[in-house]
């Protein structure tokens, strides 16, 4: 019998992979491409459209090729897609060409359009409707932005020349058929980060369109996150697409928190922490968002609150590439390995701001504590402690919010290869913390939801039997000292808070 796989497109903010999973979940073939990150000016972040489509023609076939013995496309079952997810993709229905560069999430040029958003009509009007509070993260005050500084284009989109989506759906539209019939969907997940749909009824709400001036002809039709779109014309003809998700939602299926009180954090770039509330919308009373953390089929969606971190892994690469201590990644911890402590310095990233649980997009990065003693050990230890003190706002902000606090943190991402930074986050939350076998669960949880839509896999249980634990950190901080050094942390965080900007400055 010829074997089948489940096939995962992850475009990610930095690269784009496909891998091929087997029915017990392990990873077959991997094959992976970065892709150019742009910054025209300060604050601002831009991606190609057209070089993530030819990197996924290249890693699609070098995916297939790159298992030892070659897999023919008929041996596919299904595709499933997770991206990152708020970046905004426009381009012109007729011919596919994108019009401009693709917006990325991590942009805050948006950031003057918060503020007045937030004294008219305030944060109530939003939160009400989509569940997300103003903020340069989301993707609809970005369609806002393209329509004020380019000439005619919202003409051209209320006529019916444009096209709008979040990554998935740019990828979709050309592995369907692009211009010549290509379909323009998204899914609940990735359209739950608009700002522009009802987190309740899950379609796109006409109070904030018109709000928000987005004609609804340029807008993407609105799927579940496991059922069969449509088959594909390139790339993988006649294989059907049956999932997208946005990636966090992804890696929380992958991690199968399918259950009311489960919780996964991704630590990468930035880290996403999500917690499955079920079937019930909670409204975040502590700055947290209200999401939808996936839907099979015609069955109930199921939510989540999440909490963004804007700046963790590239806290590491600015210590890397702007600093210039460490020549690669995974040298931090070593360089942190070198002190005990902290030696009393404090870094808070806000690069971009701050995301969860503040939404301050006027808050700048801060180092504090610095004195002569400080070597870059402490300062690499400092980079570390960051990722652990931001986890740990979040999570107090979960608890406040659920009526069930967490008991155990699932982890995946890149960072969770340092075992220094994981036995901090397991003190400071408390709790366990697992890292499971299979680290690419953004890949996973796409291929779960596409393999499940397929009838690869017959249902969640099976999925759940596929986890398993590769490594555990049980916290053990003396409960006083934990307390005491998250009391200094936050400290930095009103420095963080207080910075004034200079007329002019960034």
């Known amino acids: 019998m010829v074997e089948r796989y489940v096939m995962s497109i992850d475009q990610g903010t930095n690269s784009t992979r496909c891998i091929l999973f087997d029915r ?50 008929a041996q ?28 990325v999430w991590q942009d805050t040029r948006t950031a003057p359009l918060v503020e007045e958003l937030r004294e008219r009509p305030g944060e109530e009007f939003f939160l009400d409707r989509c569940g997300l509070p103003p903020s340069t993260y989301f993707s609809a005050l970005r369609l806002r932005w ?64 018109a709000f928000f001036g987005v004609p609804r002809p340029m807008l993407p039709e609105i799927r579940s996150n496991a059922e069969t779109y449509g088959e594909a014309v390139a790339l993988l003809p006649g294989v059907p697409i049956t999932a997208a998700l946005g990636d966090q939602q992804a890696a929380l299926f992958g991690q199968t928190c399918f259950s009311p009180g489960e919780a996964k954090c991704t630590y990468g770039t930035g880290s996403f922490l999500l917690l499955n509330t079920g079937t019930d919308v909670i409204r975040s009373r502590h700055g947290l968002l209200t999401t939808v953390a996936y839907k099979i089929g015609d069955r109930a969606p199921v939510y989540a609150l999440e909490g963004s971190i804007a700046v963790t892994g590239a806290l590491v690469q600015w210590f890397r590439d702007r600093l210039g201590l460490i020549n690669s990644a995974p040298e931090i911890e070593t360089l942190a390995r070198t002190v005990e402590d902290n030696g009393g310095c404090y870094i808070v990233p806000a690069f971009s701001g701050l995301f969860a649980p503040r939404w301050r997009s006027d808050a700048r990065g801060v180092i504090v504590g ?58 400071v939350l408390d709790v366990p913390v697992v890292r499971p076998m299979v680290s690419e669960t953004v890949s996973l949880g796409a291929g779960y939801a596409a393999g499940l839509a397929a009838g690869y896999w017959p249902d969640l249980e099976v999925l759940r039997r596929n986890w398993h634990p590769a490594a555990r950190w049980l916290p053990g901080m003396d409960p006083g000292h934990r307390e005491s050094e998250y009391d200094n942390w936050q400290r930095a965080v009103e420095r963080s808070l207080g910075w004034i900007r200079r007329p002019g400055s960034p």
Do not use: C
């Not at 230890?381 to 943190?409: C, F, H, I, Y």
């Open 146 to 209: 393209l329509f004020d500084h380019v000439k005619g284009l919202e003409q051209r989109a209320k006529d019916g020349e444009v096209l709008f989506g979040t990554v998935e759906s740019w990828l979709i539209w050309n592995l369907t058929g692009g211009a010549d019939g290509g379909l323009h969907i998204t899914d609940a997940t990735n359209a739950s980060r608009t700002m522009l749909m009802n987190i309740r009824t899950l379609t796109w709400d006409e109070e904030l369109l």
């Open 76 to 103: 596919v079952a299904a595709i499933g897609l997770a991206n990152q997810r708020e970046t905004t993709v426009l381009w012109d229905r007729r011919t596919g060409t994108p019009l401009g560069r693709a917006l």
């Open 24 to 73: 017990g979940g392990r990873l077959v073939s991997v094959a992976q491409r970065e892709h150019q990150q742009h910054f025209p000016r300060p604050g601002w972040v831009e991606h190609d459209a057209v070089e993530i489509w030819q990197n996924l023609r290249r890693v699609v076939s070098e995916a297939l090729s790159g298992s030892g013995t070659p897999v023919d496309t």
């Open 370 to 427: 610095l004195t002569s003693y400080i070597t870059s050990g402490h300062l690499a230890r400092a980079v570390l402690e960051a990722t652990g003190w931001q986890t740990r706002e979040v999570v107090d902000a979960m608890n406040a919010d659920s009526s069930v606090p967490l008991k155990e943190l699932k982890v995946d991402g890149g960072m969770t290869a340092d075992n220094l930074l994981m036995q901090f986050v397991a003190d």
